[in-house]
């Protein structure tokens, strides 16, 4: 019987003599395993195949919105505050006695510097005018310039520590209206106020400043959290930023403006507002964890229930700490 071929197959036959054998080593079943991993990536998420371990985010931050709307957002935090000082102009009695508490506190402890600082700022003109300037107007001039060099210069970073800042200030805000306290002087006999004594930008005038400000908003300090916020954005020079902080501090324990543990409170609620507001990324369930070590892996290198915090940077971001 003679065999028929089909036309082609000779050729065919020739080619495959002449084919080299099939490769198989470390290097190939890597590629292929790379190729086939990122297949299988692309399909993470659809229940079929599980894919590398995605993170989402979770904050109390929101984007940069437009100038209107950022303005608008200002706004609605001084008619906050604004409210606040309306609701406790009748709890000056309940004022006056946390203020007395606070002061037998620091004394105790033996941290009541306040006095000190009030007698050599008040005692010299040239100081008390300092000061008294000081107080009443650089955080209004360094915080919106602040904000608008963040917008300008640091448009990612804006978004988070903007909202720190609002965060932090409605915290204040909710301390100023469940726990009003006093300022020093009105609470501490013997120290002076400086703004009403060298009648600083009117101070003490029935029309002046005091008509527009919480009198009784004197903890936490909202002065040391704007200018520790203001230090937090880390620009080139963020060591010497922290001196802004630290000088305002001196300031309104010499003024008899705060006392030393509403200057804390304010460094407090500064730090809870970038916690709160910055993004905060939870790995997923499904997947390998960092390192291609699975989620339990994972887990158990950053503890119990850790999440990782992640700090907005000049170039991107930047892992810092791991929270239970």
């Known amino acids: 019987m003679v065999s028929r071929r089909r036309p082609g197959a000779t050729r065919w036959a020739a080619r495959c003599r002449h084919r080299p054998a099939t490769r198989s080593g470390p290097g ?15 399909r993470a998420g659809t229940g079929l195949v599980p894919g590398p371990g995605r993170r989402r ?35 000056r009695p309940a004022a ?9 506190a620091e004394r105790w402890l033996h941290l009541d510097i ?6 050599l700022a008040a005692a010299r003109p040239v100081l008390a005018e300092t000061a008294g300037y000081y107080y009443g107007l650089a955080h209004f001039i360094i915080t919106p310039l602040v904000l608008a060099w963040l917008r300008l210069r640091r448009p990612a970073a804006f978004g988070p520590l903007r909202s720190a800042l609002v965060l932090a200030t409605t915290a204040a805000n909710v301390v100023f ?28 005038d029935a029309h002046g400043p005091d008509s527009l400000v919480n009198l009784y908003a004197a903890m936490p300090s909202l002065h040391v959290a704007w200018a ?13 930023a922290w001196l802004y902080p630290a000088a305002t501090t001196v300031v309104v324990l010499a003024t008899a403006n705060h006392f030393l543990a509403a200057a804390a409170a304010g460094l407090a609620v500064t730090a809870l507002g970038l916690l709160a507001a910055r993004a905060t990324t939870r790995p997923d369930a ?14 158990s290198r950053a503890g119990s229930g850790a999440v990782s915090l992640w700090f907005p940077g000049g170039s991107g971001d930047t892992a810092v700490a791991g929270v239970p």
């Not at 919105?65 to 706004?75: D, Q, R, T, W, Y």
């Not at 306040?114 to 007698?119: Q, T, V």
């Not at 520790?228 to 010497?240: I, N, P």
């Open 286 to 299: 499904t997947g390998p964890g960092p390192g291609g070590a699975g989620p339990a892996a994972a887990s």
């Open 114 to 119: 306040e006095p000190s600082l009030n007698y």
């Open 28 to 42: 190939l079943r890597s590629r292929r395993d790379k190729r086939t991993g990122s297949a299988a990536g692309a």
């Open 228 to 240: 520790a916020w203001c230090a937090a954005t880390r620009g080139r020079r963020r060591h010497l």
């Open 57 to 91: 985010r979770v904050g109390l931050a929101w984007p940069r919105l437009p100038a209107a709307a950022e303005v608008a957002i200002i706004a609605a935090g001084y008619a906050g505050y604004a409210l606040v000082r309306l609701a406790v102009r009748a709890s």
């Open 177 to 204: 209206w469940t726990w009003p306290v006093a300022p020093p002087r009105f609470a501490v006999p013997g120290l002076t106020d400086v703004l009403v004594r060298y009648r600083i930008l009117g101070a003490g």
């Open 96 to 104: 006056i006695a946390h203020a007395a508490g606070l002061w037998r």
